[in-house]
């Protein structure tokens, strides 16, 4: 039977301590795929990814999993990634893509292939007068300071001509600036998910009421959705520009523009939760996949 490591980190892990409120998804993704890799001959080993190179001994393939801590220490976590990829371990998503995919200015690279993306500021550094700056480049009443390599809204600010921040104010990572865009509340942000390229399943995210934020950590809620053609094909699109193979997995998450399209907010390659709840397939879909890759010569 071979073995397929599932990389958590410390926050994630049952047991391992004080867990982040959203850790019940890791449950949920790790209840998903136990049984459906069993059914393919796989064993799923949960690895801290930070544990000692010797608990991957016998991996055949690596998942990225929920190691949500990696933006906090992207360097080390690349690091471990050119390991595993060294000592002959498949990495899904591999190095390369991570590497691309860490830092949000691969968006600039989507762009540049003909994506729709946000209006957006890159900024090494942003103050009180940057944020304002933005307001009035952006022709609005809000903008969205976001990390250049962050997941989660995780240290995400929401800047209003109404409620600007002190003057001595620093974001303090360099940041990519967005306006506010309302189909956040209305709609809520459409997310696909893919395996190996095919569209497994897609879902609906609405943050709570009085606040921007989708992610559960922050009371958003989900409810499976029906894609339209044209929404299936706008995502699609987003994987197929991809400036390498298909991925094993990847989540697009994109927002309606007033116009009516849809724009790519992320592409999600690294350790996206994949809402398996959504999608009752995604076990049986992700085990296939990974097995016809670990038996590829």
Request: net charge negative.
């Amino acid at each position: 039977m071979k073995t397929v490591g599932f990389l958590a980190c410390e926050t994630t892990l049952p047991g391992a301590g004080r867990r982040r409120g959203d850790a019940f998804e890791h449950d949920m993704m790790v209840g998903a795929l136990e049984p459906a890799f069993r059914a393919q001959g796989l064993e799923l080993r949960i690895i801290d990814w930070e544990a000692e190179l010797a608990a991957f001994d016998g991996i055949a393939l690596a998942l990225l999993g929920t190691a949500w801590n990696y933006q906090d220490k992207p360097d080390a976590f690349l690091a471990r990634l050119d390991e595993l990829a060294a000592k002959g371990v498949s990495v899904c998503n591999p190095p390369e893509v991570v590497r691309w995919n860490a830092t949000k200015t691969y968006l600039r690279d989507l762009a540049n292939v003909g994506a729709r993306t946000i209006p957006t500021l890159w900024r090494e550094t942003v103050t009180a007068k940057g944020a304002l700056e933005a307001l009035d480049t952006f022709e609005t009443d809000r903008v969205v300071v976001k990390r250049q390599i962050g997941a989660g809204a995780l240290g995400q600010e929401l800047v209003s001509r109404g409620s600007l921040p002190p003057p001595d104010w620093e974001f303090g990572h360099p940041a990519m600036l967005q306006p506010y865009l309302p189909a956040i509340a209305e709609e809520g942000e459409l997310s696909f998910i893919f395996v190996d390229g095919d569209l497994s399943h897609a879902l609906r995210k609405l943050p709570a009421d009085g606040d921007y934020r989708i992610q559960s950590l922050y009371g958003g809620r989900e409810q499976a959705h029906r894609p339209s053609t044209a929404e299936a094909d706008a995502a699609r699109a987003i994987v197929s520009s991809l400036p390498f193979q298909t991925p094993l997995y990847a989540r697009i998450d994109m927002l309606r523009a007033a116009d009516g399209a849809l724009q790519v907010m992320e592409a999600e390659l690294i350790e996206p939760y994949l809402y398996p709840e959504q999608g009752p397939e995604l076990g049986e879909r992700l085990a296939k996949a990974v097995k016809k890759r670990i038996e590829q010569p």
